[in-house]
């Protein structure tokens, strides 16, 4: 049997549909087919999406801009750091219940940290920052993003969100990891 062959591309309202898109998560359904597109006209986010061979949505991840403040987030700041830390915020990843367990995610993710890095030689930013959506998945989510590296942004605070930074990216991209 043959893996299905997906391509990511940047979100275009007129060429992908999302209706029938569920990923399990009726938050996360709703919020990617009712919301995105007044978001990105808004600049709060990008979206991209992978598609499979019919052109048929199976995925998207969102990105937008983000800081922290070095006191919440003891992990990402420099010594005697004042001012907010830039980040790349994942606002959402998400696969179809279809292609679920497909790795699929993994090149959703590997897509995003790539994208992300590109950003931060643009603009500077020190880590992609997420949250973990707290539900029955959680803890298969958490450990999804710890294989991967990430960490809490606060050892003693929010053990919901994570970071990876910027560096670790690069090495990983540069495959010294």
Request: with cysteine.
């Amino acid at each position: 049997m043959t893996k299905p062959k997906y391509r990511i591309e940047k979100f275009d309202k007129a060429s992908h549909e999302r209706g029938a898109f569920s990923c399990g998560v009726l938050g996360m359904d709703r919020w990617f087919k009712e919301s995105i597109s007044d978001q990105i006209q808004t600049n709060r986010v990008r979206v991209w999406c992978a598609v499979d061979e019919n052109g048929v949505v199976v995925g998207f991840y969102a990105l937008s801009a983000h800081s922290v403040e070095p006191s919440v987030s003891p992990e990402l700041a420099h010594k005697r750091e004042r001012h907010p830390i830039p980040a790349i915020y994942l606002v959402a990843l998400a696969t179809d219940q279809s292609v679920q367990g497909q790795g699929l995610g993994s090149a959703l993710m590997a897509d995003a940290m790539l994208k992300s890095f590109e950003i931060s030689e643009v603009i500077g930013a020190a880590a992609i920052i997420l949250d973990v959506f707290d539900d029955a998945h959680f803890e298969q989510r958490m450990a999804f993003y710890r294989k991967l590296g990430f960490a809490s942004v606060h050892p003693d605070g929010d053990t919901k969100r994570l970071f990876l930074s910027m560096k670790e990216i690069a090495m990983a991209l540069s495959g010294k990891t």
